[in-house]
């Protein structure tokens, strides 16, 4: 029963009960879409001021706060708010940045753990009850974070090597027979200038857009099961079962949120390796 | 009770396109799992790369996803 009131909770704030046209007295069912994803501005109905934006100004205050207040007054028996913030620091800055750019990772530390903190609250918002909607799966805020990380990445290996020598390491590895370079050389561009920050946007989006749109699927399709389908006989066990996976899911995304935020903040430190890096 | 389904015939090109993808995952997986069976020190190495192949492998079934919705 318990399980039924969060789940219908989580329907109504969802702001979708089944908008579905009436036909005969019944409803039918609509799966949710992409315009799902738009929201109404909280101010004026067309204002820029949307939902996702009050969740990515709350989030970036809340990492802030947390930081801040995590390394005042750092002692070295640390207090449970430092060692959280140091567990979380310590470990992009030991097993990401150190790991996947070596010794010179350290430079890079601050930005992957902002990185990582930044895009991980926003995934996580997904599954907070009455935020529930992953800001990263709006395009914009992946496309910035993705921008950054291609000019970071770009801008410190023409700083190392130069710009003619930077795109003639990328473009001309050594040791290939000459034919070869004819195909290589556009494939190696197209990959590292083009790909590389188009993949590091899509991924992020997709998997929060993806994911959102299943927990969608299972509490709308749960509400329209209990409330409007015709066979009550099936329509309720049915119903029910959806809404409990619907809570499932909801940890599973959890999951999958903070693994993306992960693998983000892994590429990007891959990518300013590979920048960094002597040979390719 | 005569149901009818509407919706965008993409989707089930998206599902046949995510076939390639969940296979190219597993097999990623699989290799990662045994790798660390067999060198368990090797974990932490492994992991990273792991990791790397399955976000190559999963951008691919991202795409698809994306081309799914913009595609009319």
């Known amino acids: ?280 | 009770m005569n149901g009818t389904i509407n919706g965008s015939l993409n989707m089930i090109g998206y599902g046949l396109a995510a076939i390639g993808p969940g296979v190219g995952i597993g097999l990623i997986f699989a290799a990662y799992i045994s790798g660390v069976a067999r060198q368990p020190e090797s974990r932490g190495m492994l992991q990273s790369i792991a990791i790397l192949g399955f976000a190559l492998a999963e951008a691919l079934a991202i795409i698809g996803i994306g081309l799914a919705f913009a595609l009319k």
């Open chain 1, 1 to 280: 029963m318990s399980t039924l009131l969060v789940a219908s909770s989580t329907a109504t704030v969802l702001g979708r009960l089944t908008e579905g046209t009436t036909e005969g007295g019944k409803k039918t069912f609509e799966s949710p879409t992409k315009n799902d994803f738009d929201f109404p501005g909280l101010f004026s109905h067309d204002g820029w001021f949307t939902k996702p934006i009050l969740i990515v100004i709350l989030m970036t205050t809340l990492v802030a706060v947390f930081y801040v207040l995590a390394s005042r007054n750092a002692k070295v028996v640390p207090s449970k708010l430092q060692f959280a913030g140091e567990s979380v620091y310590g470990y992009i800055r030991n097993d990401v940045a150190l790991d996947a750019i070596g010794h010179e990772g350290l430079r890079f530390a601050p930005y992957l753990a902002t990185l990582f903190s930044f895009i991980a609250v926003n995934n996580i918002a997904g599954i907070i009850p009455i935020l529930q909607i992953p800001s990263t799966s709006h395009i914009a805020f992946p496309l910035v974070l993705a921008i950054l990380s291609w000019v970071i990445f770009l801008a410190i290996g023409i700083k190392k090597n130069g710009v003619f020598k930077y795109f003639k390491d990328m473009m001309f590895p050594p040791g290939i027979p000459i034919p070869v370079y004819l195909l290589l050389a556009p494939i190696e561009f197209f990959s590292t200038v083009i790909v590389r920050p188009l993949t590091l946007m899509l991924r992020l989006t997709f998997n929060m857009f993806a994911g959102h749109l299943v927990l969608l699927l299972f509490v709308s399709g749960g509400e329209y099961l209990l409330l409007h389908y015709s066979n009550h006989v099936v329509g309720i066990p049915v119903g029910i079962l959806s809404f409990f996976m619907s809570l499932v899911l909801s940890l599973f995304e959890g999951g999958i949120q903070l693994l993306q935020a992960y693998v983000f903040t892994l590429l990007t430190a891959l990518y300013i390796g590979g920048a960094l890096a002597d040979e390719h």
